[in-house]
T-cell receptor
Framework: NAGVTQTPKFRILKIGQSMTLQCAQD?????MYWYRQDPGMGLKLIYY???????DKGEVPNGYNVSRSTTEDFPLRLELAAPSQTSVYFC???????????FGQGTRLTVV | AQKVTQAQTEISVVEKEDVTLDCVYE???????LFWYKQPPSGELVFLIR????DEQNEISGRYSWNFQKSTSSFNFTITASQVVDSAVYFC??????????????WGAGTKLIIKP
């Protein structure tokens, strides 16, 4: 089983460019999350989804968009990248919020 | 409001010493779940343990042990005879069954543990 797969692993963007971070899971979990982790800091929730077709904002949603058309995929879109979005992005899944979270390997994004 | 506090930003000990990482939480819910995750220098996040609010038994897994005390709203993590491989950032997290944030984990800021050889 692949678990939670994030692509790409690394990316350098120029200011103003856009990109999509991909997250795919094969565990049939309903709950999916996008977090960002700035250097030396903890996790901040960007967006989450409790099932296909349902998404909601987390703590730091500005500058990002998500969609959840299938159970498996939860892409995170960055529009007009800014240096403040330089961070490591983690996708996570859970069967329910009370259960163990499974994380992808992370995407290290640098905006220059 | 729901909150998880890990007051120790960084701890540094010499190998073989015991070390305790503190986690204090706030919740209005009577049913909740507490977690510890490890983030080694390689960057991935690894689940360590889950505890529900009705189970106050302490847990031991090898050199790791967890002390859950509802009276002080704490869920502390102790590593006995620490090893260099224990060096990592450790996160404590809370989820509630019926609270305002019942779809989200509430994360502490993490404690960076450095084990010196």
């Amino acid at each position: 089983n692949a678990g939670v797969t994030q692509t790409p692993k690394f990316r350098i963007l120029k200011i103003g460019q856009s990109m999509t971070l991909q997250c795919a899971q094969d565990m049939n979990h309903n709950y999916m999350y996008w977090y960002r982790q700035d250097p030396g800091m903890g996790l901040k929730l960007i967006y989450y989804s409790v099932g296909a077709g349902i998404t909601d904002k987390g703590e730091v949603p500005n500058g990002y968009n998500v969609s959840r058309s299938t159970t498996e995929d939860f892409p995170l879109r960055l529009e007009l990248a800014a240096p403040s979005q330089t961070s490591v992005y983690f996708c996570a899944t859970q069967t329910a919020v009370r259960t163990e979270a499974f994380f992808g390997q992370g995407t290290r994004l640098t905006v220059v | 409001a729901q909150k998880v506090t890990q007051a120790q930003t960084e701890i540094s000990v010499v190998e073989k010493e015991d070390v305790t990482l503190d986690c204090v939480y706030e919740t209005r819910d009577t049913t909740y779940y507490l977690f510890w995750y490890k983030q080694p220098p390689s960057g991935e996040l690894v689940f360590l343990i889950r505890r529900n609010s009705f189970d106050e038994q302490n847990e031991i897994s090898g050199r790791y042990s967890w002390n859950f005390q509802k009276s002080t709203s704490s869920f502390n993590f102790t590593i006995t005879a620490s090893q260099v491989v224990d060096s990592a950032v450790y996160f404590c997290a809370l989820s509630e069954a019926r609270g305002d944030s019942n779809y989200q984990l509430i994360w502490g800021a993490g404690t960076k543990l450095i084990i010196k050889p």
